[in-house]
């Protein structure tokens, strides 16, 4: 097997094609490079560079490559941008996705893995979401990974492809200091972010309905979702796998916005209290997934632990920030 990955340089494609490699699986890796970095990549994974959205590229590269399955990660994905922007996330992550589908239904391609996201679910008002949960997403960033997920599923069936759609809940930390990421979009870098400009924490709005009164998320270490793109990756091309498969990834446990904030004050030795503001529009009270679809189809369940997270995350902002 050759495995294309799409996005392979950015953050969670890097620790993907880490992951595929060390387990001695063949990668080649494609990326525009607009949020990609190549000294992520392993020195043996050949990377080309360019987009989803060029079908000429694509065509030679998997022929070039001898291509046998494809791991596609690369898609715009911040939420406020794609509020700003609609036409551009569903040209990118819908379009990118079509053109993709067709060069590999044409190269004969069986074995397809797409990354997708937990917001497909929007608000959902359950305690735990599971791959049945009705999906309504809030913004065009679900809209675009939902249709995403329709046009994998349709392709597959209409082509003989294999097809495993992994919906990611909350992604945070680094399997090493260099592959970390350099984003401030998600909580976890963007309180390290306030804490290096000497600013405290925001926590927005702490009146939900849950214990201590602020959102409960469910985080994954990306070295786990890693493995379980591995995971995914090895069933298809054995066959264990029915034609089209969605699986959330996620530890099954929550963990508030107050309680991550509190461990990574600990970790970074900034304990200054947060300070509260308004809630933001659209928040979920909780959003915690099940994973129980994830190891018995996939065989994977996570192994680390939310201060794990943070400690590797901290690593890499200090190794990223440094003066």
Sequence with gaps: MTWL????AGYIGAHVARAMTEAGERVVALDDLSAGFPARLPADVPLVRGSSLDAGLLKRVLAEHQV????HLAARKQVAESVAQPMRYYQEN?????????AVAEAGIEHFLFSSSAAVYGN???????????CAPVN?????KLTGEWLVRAAGQAHGISTVCLRYFNVAGAASPELADTGVFNIVPMVFDRLTRDDAPRIFGDDYATPD???IRD???????AEAHLSAARKLSEGGLRGDLTVNIGRGEGVSVREMVTVIGEVSGDRRAPVVEARRPGDAPVSV????????ELGWTARRGVREMVESAWRGWLLHRAP
């Design 140 to 144: 065009p960033y679900g809209e675009t």
């Design 94 to 102: 819908v379009g990118g996705l079509a053109t993709l589908l067709e």
């Design 68 to 71: 046998t399955g494809v791991v």
């Design 289 to 296: 997934a099940s994973a129980a679809r994830a190891a018995q």
């Design 5 to 8: 990955i799409t996005g392979g």
């Design 213 to 215: 009164g602020t959102c």
């Design 219 to 225: 985080y994954i270490h990306v070295a786990d979702l």
């Design 124 to 134: 959902p008002d359950v305690e735990l979401i599971t791959e049945d949960t009705p």
